[in-house]
């Protein structure tokens, strides 16, 4: 009865350990740096997947494969699974891309 009085104590810890240590771990932060523009955002996030909303309210969400001059190249788009996208950058409003993990 011990043993399973231990075991049980020792699970009830082990639930209530963990969480707190996931919770502590250190949130990495994004740097802009001053005379960013989308282009060079667009550049740091080759082989990423974002997120490019339009001056239209419109998004697509992809994988950043080539930046030119005024163009932007998505493959892999989210929910269209044959198709890329050519984007011109003086469209783009916002770029999101994912900087944290849980």
Known sequence: MKKYLLGVLMLVVCCLVVPAYTGAVEEQKYELKSAAM??????ESIGKKVIVRMDTGD???????????????????VGR???????????????LFKVRTN
């Open 38 to 43: 989308v282009k060079d955002v667009l550049i």
């Open 81 to 95: 699974d044959f198709y890329d996208a050519v984007v011109r950058m003086d469209k783009i409003s916002a770029v």
């Open 59 to 77: 998004s697509l969400e992809g994988t950043v494969t080539k930046v030119g001059d005024n163009l932007v190249h998505l493959t892999r788009i």
